[in-house]
């Protein structure tokens, strides 16, 4: 099938609450723009520097999503023009995003990354650092005019363990209830970002409310 059949696939199965991210890393910008003519609008990418090629070259009406581990001395080569940073996994990355959103004069959204899987690769924040970012946002003289916490994101362990997926997946979603009632300017928690090409079914199941989905799109890299 084309990526447009795949695409339009895809969305028929999504509830209207769930919002697509076409995960188009190392995929030709001339891949990306059948997917632009089919309708998306948001992509993910995990290297800012093929990001940034990718959106000199594309139509302006398109939301870029950092998808990827985020170094903070690169922030300042997405600041213009990134619509969503999904791997915040530290308050220093979070001060260096805020920082380089000013320069550009913008409010720049960003999900806090949640370690959930039982993985040693993956990255995120535990509960404890969770509540300690949280607690320092809900402090008006933070200083963090230019970044808004939208939501949480966190991927599951590797594994064909549907249960175990599961379990990871309800754990996102328990610390998204817990927490989604602390609203402070720069922080109201809204989305959920959780699955991928492999389990967004079950994610969404689960409560996701943005799925990053890219093989089943573009086909295998």
Not at 119 to 128: A, I, P, T
Request: net charge positive; hydrophobic share 40%; charged share 20%.
């Amino acid at each position: 099938m084309s990526i447009q059949e795949n695409l339009l696939e895809i969305k028929a199965t999504l509830p209207s609450q769930v919002t697509l991210v076409a995960v188009s890393k190392t995929k030709p910008v001339a891949d990306l723009m059948k997917a632009y003519g089919a309708g998306q609008r948001i992509f993910g990418e995990n290297k800012i520097q093929e990001m940034s090629e990718k959106w000199e070259q594309m139509p302006k009406d398109i939301q870029w999503h950092m998808i990827g581990h985020v170094q903070t001395n690169k922030v300042k080569f997405m600041a213009k023009y990134v619509h969503l940073i999904h791997g915040v996994d530290s308050l220093k990355l979070l001060s260096a995003i805020n920082k380089q959103a000013m320069k550009h004069n913008r409010v720049i959204d960003c999900l806090l990354q949640m370690y959930i899987a039982e993985e040693e690769s993956k990255f995120g924040l535990d509960e404890n650092e969770l509540k300690e970012i949280l607690h320092f946002l809900q402090n008006d003289t933070n200083g963090m005019q230019n970044i808004k916490i939208v939501g949480l994101m966190g991927m599951a362990t590797f594994t064909a363990n549907q249960n175990q997926i599961k379990k990871e997946f309800l754990h996102l979603k328990t610390l998204f209830d817990k927490y989604s009632t602390l609203k402070t300017k720069n922080c109201q928690l809204k989305t959920i970002s959780m699955g991928m090409s492999g389990d967004y079914q079950l994610a969404i199941d689960c409560g996701s409310t943005m799925v990053r989905i890219g093989s089943s799109i573009f086909g295998s890299r």
